[in-house]
């Protein structure tokens, strides 16, 4: 299954979920810009924040996850690093697997990750006895920035898809 944004509608399904639940001031959005999502912001430092995130509403392309091998993302970025999230019922809601990358500048690419690249995470700490992820588990995708770096950002993705 593959995951594009050539529908404009494709932009209300993302939510913003930022350091401000912390009291930090980073802001965050999702915008489909010609056949594009953008994940874009501004990272703050201030009031202890540094992070912002979005997440995908779920309605149907992350069952398609079951039986695949892994994901793969067609990005390019700002030079700064990114986390793909991935929210699983076999963790708490406060806790992911993620993997991190930082795209291209100056091009497209295709980047594919297994499933065991990721980790899981709560609150930026690895849960070193989590289990391992379950595709079948995955209810929800989403992008997070935590690299520690003030300042604006802007992450470009072209398509999300299954791997095999």
Not at 115 to 132: H, K, M, Q
Request: net charge negative.
């Amino acid at each position: 299954m593959t995951l594009t944004f050539d529908n404009p509608s494709e932009q209300r399904r993302w939510y913003s979920v930022d350091d401000g639940v912390m009291g930090g001031v980073s802001q965050s959005g999702f915008s489909v810009v010609d056949d594009e999502g953008h994940f874009h912001g501004e990272v703050s430092l201030e009031n202890g924040g540094g992070f912002a995130s979005v997440r995908r509403e779920p309605n149907g392309f992350e069952p398609t996850l079951a039986d695949a091998q892994g994901i793969a993302l067609t990005v390019q970025g700002d030079g700064r690093t990114y986390q793909l999230r991935l929210k699983s019922s076999s963790l708490g809601d406060a806790s992911a697997y993620r993997v991190k990358f930082t795209p291209p500048q100056d091009h497209w690419e295709t980047l594919h990750f297994s499933w065991d690249a990721f980790e899981a995470v709560r609150r930026g700490t690895v849960l070193s006895d989590a289990p391992a992820i379950t595709p079948n588990d995955i209810y929800q995708i989403g992008f997070l920035i935590a690299d520690r770096t003030a300042g604006a950002f802007c992450l470009r993705v072209k398509r999300i898809e299954s791997g095999h």
